[in-house]
Nanobody
Framework: VQLQASGGGLVQTGGSLRLSCIVS????????VGWFRQAPGKEREGISC????????SYIESVKGRFTISRDNAKNTVYLQMNSLKPEDTAVYYC?????????????????WGQGTLVTVSS
């Protein structure tokens, strides 16, 4: 399984970015997928998840209403639309599939993270 996150960059406060995560070597439609991020000097945190079933999505409180997760199973791709970005969103963003088909679990299908994509939000 290969994980390729892309779409990061430098953006001003209030700006938007759309991240993409292409998962190769896996039929993605059978798994929930999460977006994670790791800010400098901080632990990696899960920020959003999308399950196999329509409407099965979750977000941490700090990104609710600003970020939207979606998936295109035909392209084996999961997206993260990020609007109203804040400096505290600055981090390396990663994606990974869970072992479950729905959000709520914590066990990942893989034990590595891939390269990630850097998002920098300037104030």
């Amino acid at each position: 399984v290969q994980l390729q996150a892309s779409g990061g960059g430098l953006v001003q406060t209030g700006g938007s970015l759309r991240l993409s995560c292409i998962v190769s070597g896996l039929a993605l439609n059978y798994y929930a997928v999460g977006w994670f991020r790791q800010a400098p000097g901080k632990e990696r945190e899960g920020i959003s998840c999308i399950g196999m079933t329509a409407g099965d999505t979750s977000y941490i409180e700090s990104v609710k209403g600003r970020f939207t997760i979606s998936r295109d199973n035909a392209k084996n791709t999961v997206y993260l639309q990020m609007n109203s970005l804040k400096p505290e969103d600055t981090a390396v963003y990663y994606c990974a599939p869970y072992v479950d088909v729905s959000c709520g679990g914590s066990d990942l299908l893989v034990d590595y993270w891939g390269q990630g994509t850097l998002v920098t939000v300037s104030s």
